[in-house]
């Protein structure tokens, strides 16, 4: 059974940073483009950014200079690094792993930032 494991969310203030990780397993990595996504309370779940498995990163708008998404393949992990949160970035960030048929989905990590 594939498994996303997210860790590295927590409680920071605004300004601060936080670096999310997500590991994989019973997937070829390699192959899989990955994604952070996030749900805020009462808020439909939106794209962060993504990376391709050739390396091509995509980001919203709304985080663009701020957060830098990286994968080491041999480590079959993919992290989001945070920089200057806001309090608007506070929600449940989950990682994604997408090919052409497959799809999948972590449990999430909650991200709080206070103001």
């Known amino acids: 059974q594939v498994q996303l494991v997210e860790s590295g969310g927590g409680l920071v203030q605004a300004g601060g940073s936080l670096r999310l990780s997500c590991a994989a397993s019973?997937?070829?990595?390699?192959?899989?483009?990955m994604g952070w996504y996030r749900q805020a309370p009462g808020k439909q779940r939106d794209l962060v950014a993504t990376?391709?498995?050739?390396?091509?990163?995509n980001y919203a708008d709304s985080v663009k200079g701020r957060f830098t998404i990286s994968r080491d393949n041999a480590k079959t992990t993919v992290y989001l690094q945070m920089n200057s949160l806001k309090p608007e970035d506070t929600a449940v960030y989950y990682c994604?792993?997408?090919?052409?048929?497959?799809?999948?989905w972590g449990q999430g990590t909650q991200v709080t930032v206070s103001s």
């Open positions: 990376i391709t498995s050739g390396g091509s990163t």
């Open positions: 019973r997937i070829v990595f390699s192959l899989y483009g």
């Open positions: 994604n792993a997408f090919a052409r048929y497959n799809n999948y």
